[in-house]
């Protein structure tokens, strides 16, 4: 077979990391036992549609993978997961929680198990290198009885590499334990900006070294410790965007100077850490690529820049193509083609998936990509497959999967999240709590988390009141939170991206509800439950923590922080700017109180 022949010989060095051995004797043939023998043996094996179908991740509605749903039918033309895998021969699959695929371990792992055994019935015998979005924190996709952690900021606030290894190695161990083989974590964008309306919390800092040594600990967590593929997201760095890319198309007018100083540094980390996988952002970068194309779409991006500056050899995954950044200016059709003729290898939820599939395979019969482009790309994918045991070992054990979860992991992570809880400010000594019964109102945002902080509250002697009002609270839910505020002891109130003025909370309606508390002259705890920037949309509050994510597991450690359990250690990883004023810090980097 000439043109695998000419793949092993001329790119063998396109492969290094992602097989763990050496390439160095590229004059030599593979030896029949050896990673690259095995890959090129499927390679050789392969029609052209089954090659390009390998690039492809694709998900499916439904938590089974023979049960039929009708959006599938519209999406696809086929009405069952199973159906999908048969049609298209993906190499890659996702789930997610907000599209029927997530409901308990148990059904997690079996569906795993019904889509592998679609995928290897095919008769093409390669399994699927199934992944999901499991960064923790505010972007996660299992939810408990899996261990949950607080997120890329909260260990960032703890500052602790140990902790963000830890953590990444027992998410690693359960979702492997699911079937789940590659991981879509950990953030490796440094938010320097805080109306970042899409990463925020996501990331790790704003500080490039913290980020750098946390994305490093978690890509040894995920793939050392727990043997899966972690994927450093989002390159080259989506940090500094007011846009959110799943709506528009953002510019990062870094200069070269800049994007080298903050945004590289994490991925060269990660890239050193042996990561696996890289994930692109839908960003215009003009210092790295001034023709105005999305980094995903972008040659001298991925190619020029990722894989020959830096030197990635992995796998590059686009995020997901469903997303409107990537789809405006070329349409779905092109922008497929364009991101293999990038340096893509895994096109991520396409949108159109006839037609995206179908432009890939008329690109490679017309000539436009070459057969062995294609062969790049599933090199790398297949490489990966055998690294990280899924090729030979697809199947999991559907009664360990139900494990997931055990105690001891659960303790570590609340005391993981302990750590990471952070006194902004306390200015009339309210905190901490003193163990004299009394009342409190649990209100702002979130049903579920103003339940969990009460549920926590209550397990300390607190008697409780909720009035959850959303992140848009309207007049009448403020008026009945001060209402209740006047006849409580105490008052929390939860706030989510208050300063987001743009898409969350258009007429500032969280900053009403805290201010008109503040009136009320009763005490008033206010805590941020997911970017600390809050604070200086109500400065004048005396007591603010931030605790970057609105878990249970969080709402465990804010009440025992503000009960004096434990003492608040977390630091600020990230400078909180006065509101309309960016370059002016109203708390700055490491800032946090204690007693």
């Not at 992944?131 to 408990?144: A, F, L, M, Y």
């Not at 994927?231 to 799943?246: C, E, I, N």
Request: charged share 20%; no cysteine; aromatic share 6%.
């Amino acid at each position: 077979m000439p043109a695998l022949r000419r793949l092993s010989l001329a790119g063998l060095v396109l492969v290094t990391t992602v097989a763990g051995v050496s390439m160095t004797a590229a004059a030599k043939p593979p030896s029949p036992d050896t990673p690259l023998a095995q890959a090129s043996r499927a390679i050789q094996g392969m029609s052209l549609e089954e090659k390009v179908g390998q690039l492809f991740v694709l998900f499916a509605y439904g938590p089974g993978a023979q049960q039929p749903d009708a959006r599938n039918t519209s999406l696809y033309g086929v009405a069952t997961p199973a159906e999908v895998v048969a049609k298209y021969k993906p190499g890659g699959w996702i789930y997610f929680d907000g599209r029927g695929n997530v409901q308990n371990p148990t059904q997690v792992a079996t569906m795993s198990n019904e889509l592998q055994q679609a995928a290897i019935g095919t008769g093409l015998h390669v399994p699927l290198l199934i992944s999901t979005d499991q960064e923790q924190g505010v972007v996660t996709r299992i939810g408990p009885p899996a261990t949950q952690f607080g997120g890329g900021m909260a260990l960032g606030a703890s500052r602790s590499t140990a902790d963000a290894r830890t953590a990444a190695a027992i998410t690693g161990r359960e979702l492997k334990a699911l079937g789940i083989r590659q991981d879509y974590a950990p953030d490796a964008d440094v938010n320097i900006n805080a109306l970042n309306p899409v990463i925020g919390v996501r990331s790790f800092s704003s500080d490039p070294k913290l980020v750098s040594d946390m994305t490093a600990a978690q890509v040894q967590g995920f793939q050392r410790d727990a043997g899966i593929t972690a994927t450093a997201k989002h390159f080259p760095g989506h940090g500094d965007t007011v846009d959110d890319s799943h709506t528009a198309l953002p510019t990062i007018n870094h200069t070269l100077e800049q994007w080298n100083t903050i945004d590289a540094p994490p991925f060269k980390a990660a890239i050193k850490a042996g990561i696996d996988s890289i994930m692109t952002a839908h960003i215009v970068v003009p210092a790295l690529d001034p023709s105005g194309d999305p980094a995903t779409l972008s040659k001298p991006i991925l190619t020029g820049v990722l894989r020959k500056q830096l030197g990635f050899q992995g796998v590059i995954v686009t995020d997901g193509l469903e997303m409107a950044a990537v789809r405006k200016q070329y349409g779905d059709a092109e922008a497929a083609v364009r991101a293999i003729e990038a340096g893509v290898d895994q096109l991520l939820l396409p949108p159109a998936p006839d037609v995206q599939f179908n432009a890939v395979l008329d690109a490679v019969r017309s000539g436009r990509i070459s057969e062995r482009r294609i062969d790049e790309s599933l090199l790398r994918i297949l490489l990966l497959k055998l690294k990280n045991g899924v090729f030979f070992q697809p199947y999991v054990d559907v009664a360990k999967a139900a494990a997931i979860g055990p105690a001891d992991s659960l303790a570590t992570a609340q005391k993981i999240v302990d750590k990471s809880i952070t006194l902004v400010k306390d200015n009339v000594k309210t905190l901490p709590l003193s163990n004299t019964p009394r009342t409190i109102l649990v209100t702002g945002w979130g049903v579920s988390t103003t339940q969990s902080l009460a549920n926590s509250l209550s397990k300390r002697g607190a008697i409780t009141t909720v009035a959850q009002t959303g992140a848009a609270p309207s007049d009448a839910a403020i008026a009945d939170s001060v209402a209740k505020a006047a006849a409580n002891d105490v008052t929390v109130v939860l706030t989510r991206k208050a300063w987001d003025s743009k898409v969350t909370d258009k007429l500032g309606k969280q900053r009403k509800l805290v201010n008109d508390l503040l009136a009320t002259g009763k005490p008033v705890i206010v805590v941020a439950v997911q970017d600390p920037y809050d604070i200086a949309y109500f400065d004048a509050a005396p007591t603010y923590l931030a605790t970057y994510g609105y878990a249970a597991v969080s709402m465990e450690s804010l009440a025992k922080t503000l009960y004096g359990e434990i003492r608040p250690t977390g630091k600020l990883p990230v400078d909180i700017p006065v509101a309309g004023q960016p370059q002016t810090p109203l708390y700055t980097f490491g800032h946090g109180m204690s007693w």
